[in-house]
């Protein structure tokens, strides 16, 4: 019996690499240079894509006998899930496996950001401590409220750590949730009034683009804080630099940009910034955790059964004929 065929159109892990292979037929199309020609070829016997990155709608239609893309991670703002639905494909994501490890990385900016260890530690490999101490913090965690945007499963463990922190916590969703008490702010610019600090675990997507804006960093203030883990996207980028250039609010701690792995030089040059380059879940347990969920999905749909994950836009029904 035959192996089933998937397309691999960017290059992903190497322990993922060989666990397909180990089960499918797998056609790596970032290996080739007549791209075109060489999906053409292959097209008709592809039923599976493992997505490192994006598949639009042509690469979609170009498939006639898709049945599943199953993403590596739990943002698929790069998949046209939209499109896929519309042609009775499966689209899957990698959600809980990665969500204490994201949560910790949320922490960790909040963490360095109200209390400026990356500064301090700037400082002390500068050879000033000798000079005198470090000046004291303008922050605190003791007199903080934060605000979450988007209250999904990451969200919920990023609120566990600060309430273990004595942290008060509020969040603004596109509807509240039934299995919190925190309290739900339907209006984002109120919420962003009423705390200090916004951290945002929202994905990208035209819903979302550039949803913390001038009025909403207005309204968090001089002593605001801005902590985005989800998507670069979702904030404004020059509105943020130039808040925080203005000292409009104190202090920003990003995981994600707008065009990474673009950051903004303006924006590197700030020191109220405190700047990762995207390692929210980049840790090898959580990654081969991930790899893994990628391949369990495949191979549920190899074997005709319902996927693990399939995303909000692609409910599963049962697959499509081959």
Do not use: C
């Amino acid at each position: 019996m035959s192996r089933p065929q998937i397309l691999m159109p960017a290059r992903m892990s190497e322990n993922i690499e060989r666990t397909l292979d180990a089960h499918f037929t797998v056609h790596r199309l970032y290996l080739r240079d007549d791209q075109p020609a060489a999906l053409a070829a292959i097209a008709p016997h592809i039923g599976g894509i493992a997505a490192g990155g994006a598949v639009d709608a042509a690469l979609i239609d170009a498939l006639p006998h898709l049945q599943i893309i199953a993403n590596f991670g739990v943002g698929y703002d790069k998949i046209d899930a939209k499109h896929a639905s519309a042609k009775g494909i499966i689209v899957t994501n990698t959600p809980d496996v990665l969500t204490e490890e994201v949560a910790d990385t949320a922490l960790g900016l909040v963490l360095m950001t109200v209390r400026e260890f990356s500064a301090a530690e700037r400082y002390l490999r500068a050879g000033r401590w000798p000079s005198g101490p470090y000046p004291l913090s303008g922050a605190t965690l003791r007199d903080r409220s934060v605000g979450i945007v988007g209250l999904g499963r990451i969200g919920k463990a990023i609120a566990r750590r600060l309430e273990a922190f004595g942290v008060p916590v509020v969040y603004h969703n596109r509807r509240p949730q039934d299995d919190v008490g925190y309290r739900y702010y339907p209006d984002l610019v109120e919420m962003a009034r009423d705390v200090d600090t916004i951290v945002s675990v929202l994905p990208g997507g035209a819903a979302t683009d550039k949803l913390i804006g001038k009025d909403v960093l207005d309204a968090l203030g001089p002593r605001g804080i801005l902590i985005n883990i989800g998507r670069g996207t979702v904030v404004d980028e020059a509105e943020l630099i130039a808040a925080l250039k203005e000292r409009r609010i104190h202090a920003a701690g990003l995981d994600v940009f707008e065009k990474e792995p673009q950051v903004p030089a303006e924006l590197m040059a700030l020191d109220n910034a405190v700047l990762l380059p995207h390692v929210g879940s980049a840790s090898v347990h959580t990654r081969d955790a991930m790899g893994q969920r990628v391949v369990d999905n495949l191979l549920a749909w190899a074997a005709g059964k319902p996927p693990l994950s399939p995303v909000a836009e692609t409910p599963f029904k049962g697959w499509r004929p081959r």
